[in-house]
């Protein structure tokens, strides 16, 4: 139970995290299609991460941090919003700022094409719960690796300016990276994309980046531990 | 002439003018500066909102509030989608917008406070919006009618979320309650003169509704908005700021107290709280994407070119 | 005593507030001796606020937020990290966020010297406590004002680009002024730089910029209400 | 020649070589690697702690990291203007920084990720950079050596606020004492990378302590370090992540752990946790106020004009 907890954290936390990363582009975006684009991948992802956070908590309630008594917070938001950074198992990547759209764009694309290639792993859990999720993530994944791929591709081949941001961007967010599936190297080929030279980067625990964007996510719910919303 | 009986037999039926059909030069470019107006106000309207995604403080209320700033959006893009049928481009207005020659709804000029900004915006500026909007659901153009029938329904939506939202608030804690108290007092005033000016001083009401395209006058929308409200903050328990409001039993309408105008002209001014972080917000989206809207429409041509 | 502590609230806050601003300025200042300079002026600032915070404090303790039982947060932490943005009474012009160095330079001069107006008035104060730090505060104002006014003459006869910036700088925070002192008026004649034809701001409480500072201000000293720093 | 044997002279009897002085090419290009490495790791160095002056958990606190970060700040100015005395500008060397092609330390490639952080590089990172440091007071040439002296002043105050912080840190709740050996555990290992690599593997050393420009080995100085810090971890009761840590009676020193040698290589050449974060900021400040240094330079240039 403590294992399947700890995995469902760390599949939570990064769809959790990566969708806060994308609401920031909300009203942001280069126009309005994107705009709307962008919210519907992290509001999918928003949705996977509450229902991860729910069977982390039902799989070992030990994890849930303990609030003050009479506190209404149901457990996926003692989850999300009372957990300082260092209990965050989410991975750098997904915490990495989101740089221009090119930036965004590539760093979808490594996420989304590893988290779909896990989750239909997971569809061979053990838990059935685990099953269910990785089912209808499976959906949503693949549209968000193909919107990300399509968008990757138009960069490369759309400016002299676009490719140049593209590049950086992939460059930007390529340290970071942990598998790199093939359905990533198969857009970089039809992108004509080199795959850049970096090297993996050194980890000791979380990015700069990640203690910043918690101090924004949970003031308000932290400022009332007894508050109902 | 032919074309002008046709046009004027149409709207005394209230049928619908559509794009294809005759239609006087006036009543094409208040169409168009009106339809703009409120698509302008969808987009600007996501910033104060907006701004209160990142600190949502349950997914749940993070989900129902990034869909509705996503909701805004789309009904941006109907409305845009009802204007170039006109024969202006989204880019041309957009960029009217931007350059502060084109308006957008005076209440997205004040800024959000607090969470319970959120539900009073749902509660007193989706509900606003509802009275004004509704009537507009049988305006003569067809195209806008039947964009202000989708989006109504959704603003009426948003309405109930914001209301439930401010419910559970008050059903918290203190603190929650006078948060809730607090944004009330704020909101109230400028959620009353998203109307408009008083009808004797809004010149182009007799124009418009001769043609259709407004269906009630400023005061009156404003009296429905008040009747419809009193009841809902008795409910929910919080205070109107207004000494002056009572029921009126031979008008059978809730009397009140006139907003402060001289606040409305200085925010149509230019001169409200954010007037100028809106506009540049908005004006540095647009600009920092230009460079992926090239290359979308460079990729586009070349797909074109070698297929 | 009430009256005095809310004096006290509103010019300490305003100090809290502005150095705060300007200490985010630290490590990305145009160069070395702006950085240390900019640091200078925030140090100061945050002098005046702690000493103002814990006068008002002394003057009336009910503006103190009251912590857990047991808790070492002196009263002016209390005030700096416990008070929610509805409660702080700094002006909107001080919350404004940086822009670049010439909006900067431009809030620092209409602050600067407004404050030192103020202040200068306050060596007739009834309040010893005040009067004193009103007459410490005066030569530190003195030097910041000095210091805004000389950039403010040299980006306005700099280039063409530091004139342009520094006059949407001052566009910028114009409609946030509240006094413009005559020392504003004769650096601008100096400068060469029409005052900005736009009216004041109407105000609805403070910015949305203040909630954002807050956050990050007060993350940590929220998260350990019992800590010891 | 007369001048290398007045040079070499000079170095035997532990004089300064100034900067007027006959020096050898390679010690000039030695030096100013050496100080513009030092400077740029004073100037990098501002922002692993300069990320948490904005979240300063008391004013009390706020004021010491706020002034520590300022320090750091004037030490780079003193270690420009003595690398200036041998013929480089500032701008030169900020401008093989911001390429890439000179160095900084090491250690500022790792993240802050807790306010402990302040009090763990006040500790540890500023404890190593003293052992580096102190011994350099004497280094040969003279505007180096006296820009050390001073430095190390400053460097052994922030020092102890470090400590200090900690030990109230340690005073504090549960949380905090495990927030400090969390911090602890990260930085223990970088800490002890400072002082480069071993002994074997420092091919310039030999020279360099030839030129009376490093005093003392790796090695040796890394062992001082450990020496140093053990007791003053003990007295904060916090545990070093080296389980082979221990008291050498025979040595009259601590046996302590290799270093992860492969990690240390890793973060020289660039793929630590923070490499490109770190330059992408230093680039980024040195570009966005080009128009300021602009403006100034105008600005004087016509006032000199005019006068």
Redesign the interface.
């Known amino acids: 139970a403590g294992e399947l907890a700890q995995e469902c954290l760390r599949l939570g936390d990064d769809a959790l995290v990566l969708s806060h990363r994308l609401s920031q582009w909300c009203s942001h975006a280069p126009d309005l299609e994107l705009d709307i684009a962008l919210a519907n991948i992290a509001l999918d992802l928003l949705g996977q991460a509450r229902l991860l956070l729910a069977r982390a908590a039902a799989a070992d309630p030990s994890v849930v941090p303990v609030l003050p008594e009479g506190s209404p917070v149901p457990a996926e938001d003692a989850l999300a919003y009372f957990r300082e950074a260092a209990a965050f198992r989410c991975s750098r990547l997904v915490e990495l700022e989101n740089g221009d759209f090119a930036q965004t764009t590539a760093r979808l694309l490594l996420v989304a094409s590893a988290r779909l290639a896990e989750f239909e792993r997971l569809r061979e859990h053990a838990d059935p719960v685990l099953v269910a999720i990785a089912a209808k993530g499976v959906k949503e994944l693949t549209y968000h690796r193909d919107f990300a791929a399509q968008w990757f591709v138009t960069l490369a081949q759309g400016t002299a300016e676009s490719r140049r941001r593209l590049e950086a961007g992939l460059a930007a967010v390529w340290p970071y990276r942990e598998a790199v599936e093939p359905a990533v190297t198969q857009v970089l080929t039809v992108a004509e994309v080199d795959e850049p030279t970096a090297g993996r980067s050194v980890s000791r625990g979380h990015t700069e980046a990640l203690s910043r964007l918690l101090a924004e996510m949970q003031v308000v719910a932290r400022a009332h531990p007894r508050g109902q919303w | 002439t032919e074309l002008e009986a046709g046009f004027e037999r149409t709207i005394e039926h209230h049928d619908r003018i559509e794009p294809r059909d005759w239609m006087p030069e006036g009543y094409r470019k208040t169409l168009i500066r009106q339809i703009a107006q409120h698509a302008h106000s969808e987009?600007i309207g996501?910033?104060p909102e907006?701004?209160?995604?990142?600190?949502?403080?349950?997914?749940?209320?993070?989900?129902i509030l990034?869909?509705k700033?996503?909701d805004e959006?789309?009904h941006?893009?109907y409305l845009?989608s009802a204007a170039e049928t006109l024969g202006v481009s989204r880019l041309q207005l957009t960029e009217m917008l931007i350059e502060g020659k084109q308006k957008y709804s005076s209440i997205f000029n004040?800024?959000?406070?607090?969470?319970a900004d959120v539900g009073t915006i749902g509660w007193l500026v989706d509900g606003a919006a509802i009275c004004n909007q509704v009537p507009l659901c049988r305006t003569s153009f067809g195209p806008y009618g039947r964009a202000m029938i989708r989006i109504c329904k959704e603003e009426s939506f948003h309405q109930r979320q914001g209301y439930e939202?401010l419910m559970?608030?008050m059903?918290?804690?203190d603190?929650?309650r006078a948060m809730v108290q607090?944004s009330v007092d704020?909101f109230w005033w400028?959620a009353l003169m998203m109307f408009g000016p008083p009808d004797d001083e809004s010149p182009n009401t007799a124009q418009s509704m001769a043609w259709g395209i407004k269906r009630n006058t400023n005061d009156d929308l404003r009296q429905r908005m008040v009747d419809m409200t009193v009841p809902q903050a008795e409910a929910l328990g919080v205070t109107l700021p207004d000494p002056t409001l009572a029921w009126n039993e031979e008008r059978g309408h809730y009397d009140f107290a006139e907003p402060d105008w001289d606040?409305f002209l200085?925010?149509i001014?230019?001169?409200?709280?954010?007037?100028?972080?809106r506009l540049a917000?908005r004006r540095?989206?647009h600009e920092?994407?230009?460079?992926?809207?090239?290359?979308?429409?460079?990729?586009a041509a070349?797909r074109e070119a070698t297929s």
């Not at chain 2, 004040?110 to 969470?115: A, K």
């Not at chain 2, 001014?269 to 972080?277: D, F, T």
Request: proline share 6%; glycine share 10%.
């Open positions: 987009i996501m910033q907006g701004n209160w995604i990142t600190r949502a403080p349950s997914l749940r209320r993070k989900a990034l869909a700033v996503q959006a789309g941006g893009l845009y004040y800024p959000t406070l607090s969470y939202l559970t608030m059903r918290g804690t603190e929650q607090e704020r400028p606040e200085q925010v001014k230019g001169n409200g709280p954010c007037n100028a972080q917000h540095r989206a920092d994407g230009a460079w992926v809207r090239e290359a979308a429409t460079a990729y070349k």
